[in-house]
């Protein structure tokens, strides 16, 4: 099946942002790369191939489905994958059989956990998660020497490989407080398991906000995700982080760019409407090229009229509606354009860019949110 769109990741960048995290954390926190959201949109098996081969062993996904999609690609020995979030009962065997790490937030699931490593004669590797303000999920501080002596009478099955929470919004300074509060209340999570002297968890709290933000998280392991793709979490720990170090270029490389080609030409004569409905009137003689690409591939129908593409290193306003597979640019102004020319949706042409977060000033979404989006069955192209 042919594509009418594709994407290229760079292989370059993506090197360049793991040496830049790995230089943040230095040698003894392990970076667990989280690619939950099919690695941001980047693609688990094209992301996960190359983060492997710049020696990442650790792989941080949110359910059973992402975890065997990682397990496919990289079926190696020396990789560790965790789920973060959902893991179906059923599920259970297939991730204890392929030691596979999970996060436990409930006894509901720790039980089973303890049953299926029972049937299956071999040990779950659970991580607890505690609950320290998110008020999401985990087992609140109070509980966990209880948990903590339930699972010392089962230890034949389980194994805590870790201890963790997640931090609520570590990426703005209007949210220090709650993650003071968090922080502490880990600490002294950690305290009281220490005492207890039962088990020797990986203790892990950051993601890519705190891992810059708040050094003191960074503990044994650090999930981090949106780093790796070359985005910071907000411009403000950008900022943070540029102020601290006292330079002035962004350090991280953006990965994807999305392209496609221009599909038809054609001139409109003045007077009309473009497209469904009358969202674009030509006040003049106007020269479009239709884009093969439209929501339905993840371009957000929020950039009719306001979106821009690249052809032939020129920028080019989208008019009229983004339809299910199609759209306009508006090409009245620009040099020769012909059916066939590269179209840059994402990305660079020339010494012109388009950003992921140039769409987030128009639309209103966050990198996070867009990467997403993007549809998991366009091709990944691996370029320098
Ligand atoms: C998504 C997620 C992360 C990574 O977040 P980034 O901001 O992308 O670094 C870390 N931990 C948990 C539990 C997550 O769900």
Redesign the pocket.
């Known amino acids: 099946m042919t594509h009418t769109s594709y994407l290229e990741l760079s292989e370059s960048a993506i090197k360049n942002n793991i040496d830049f995290i790995r230089g943040i954390i230095g040698n003894y926190t392990i970076f667990s790369s989280?690619v939950?959201g099919n690695a941001?949109g980047h693609g688990i098996k094209a992301y996960c191939m190359l983060a492997y081969k710049y020696g990442v062993r650790h792989f941080?996904v949110?359910d059973a489905n992402e975890a065997y999609e990682v397990k496919k690609t990289l079926p190696y020995e020396d990789v560790t994958i965790m789920i973060?979030?959902m893991i179906e009962n059923n599920q259970l065997p297939w991730a204890i059989e392929n030691e596979i790490d999970f996060f436990v937030f409930e006894e509901d699931r720790l039980q089973n956990a303890i049953e299926t490593a029972n049937k299956l004669k071999k040990k779950a590797r659970v991580h607890l998660e505690i609950e320290t303000g998110m008020n999401r999920t985990g087992f609140v501080p109070r509980e966990i020497t209880k948990i903590l002596k339930y699972v010392e009478k089962h230890k034949e099955f389980i194994n805590i490989h870790g201890i963790?929470s997640?931090l609520a919004g570590a990426?703005s300074i209007s949210n220090y407080k709650r993650i003071t509060d968090q922080k502490k209340k880990f600490k002294n999570v950690k305290k009281r398991v220490k005492e207890l002297n039962l088990v020797s968890p990986t203790y892990h709290l950051a993601?890519?906000?705190a891992?810059i933000r708040y050094p003191t998280t960074r503990l044994d392991l650090v999930?981090?995700?949106?780093?790796q793709f070359g985005f910071f979490?907000t411009n403000e720990i950008l900022v943070h982080y540029l102020t601290k170090e006292k330079i002035v270029e962004n350090p991280l490389k953006r990965i994807i760019s999305w392209k496609t080609q221009v599909m038809d030409v054609k001139t409109i004569k003045a007077g009309q409407f473009i497209g469904y409905g009358t969202s674009y009137f030509t006040n003049q003689e106007t020269k479009i090229a239709i884009i093969p690409v439209g929501y339905s591939s993840g371009y957000s129908r929020s950039l009719s009229n306001k979106g821009k593409v690249l052809i032939r290193g020129q920028r080019h306003k989208i008019i009229g509606t983004i339809n299910m597979n199609m759209m306009a640019v508006d090409i009245t102004h620009a040099n020769t354009i012909e059916k066939g020319d590269e179209v840059v949706l994402i990305g660079s042409q020339g010494d012109v860019e388009i950003t992921v977060s140039s769409f987030n000033d128009s639309i209103q979404i966050i990198n996070?949110e867009l990467l997403t989006r993007l549809p998991g069955n366009l091709p990944r192209i691996i370029t320098k």
């Open positions: 989280v939950k941001y941080s949110s973060m979030g963790c997640h990426e993601s890519s906000a891992t999930r981090v995700g949106i780093l979490p996070y």
